[in-house]
Nanobody, 126 residues
Framework: QVHLVESGGGSVQAGGSLRLSCAVF????????MGWFRQAPGKEREGVAF???????SYANSVKDRFSVSTDNAKNTLYLQINSLSPEDTAMYYC????????????????????WGQGTQVTVSS
């Protein structure tokens, strides 16, 4: 069974950057379809970034100019680089994994993922 551990969150001022990490334990990360999600207080969890098993990333339209996914095979870790942070980015950020192939319609749907990390909090002040 895969185990996911996020880190790298924190409190930053608007305009700053953060790099979030998702360490994958138990299986090679590229055995899975991997997603990054976030959930702000009082809002539904939303998908922001996705990486296919062959390493091709995709992004939600709302973040594609500021978010970037990368991987480190040696560390079996995914990263989410977030630039030009705004208070609207304040949320708990989660990485998620699933064995099942994802379509364009399903890859940003939280219910499509069977494995989740505990999350890392990002707080952006104006």
């Amino acid at each position: 069974q895969v185990h996911l551990v996020e880190s790298g969150g924190g409190s930053v001022q608007a305009g700053g950057s953060l790099r979030l990490s998702c360490a994958v334990f138990g299986y090679p990360y590229n055995d899975y379809w991997m997603g990054w999600f976030r959930q702000a207080p009082g809002k539904e969890r939303e998908g922001v970034a996705f990486i296919e098993r062959d390493g091709i990333p995709s992004y939600a339209n709302s973040v594609k100019d500021r978010f970037s996914v990368s991987t480190d095979n040696a560390k079996n870790t995914l990263y989410l680089q977030i630039n030009s942070l705004s208070p609207e980015d304040t949320a708990m950020y989660y990485c998620a994994a699933d064995f099942r192939r994802k379509s364009a319609a399903s890859k940003f749907v939280p219910d499509e993922y069977g494995y989740w990390g505990q999350g890392t909090q990002v707080t952006v002040s104006s």
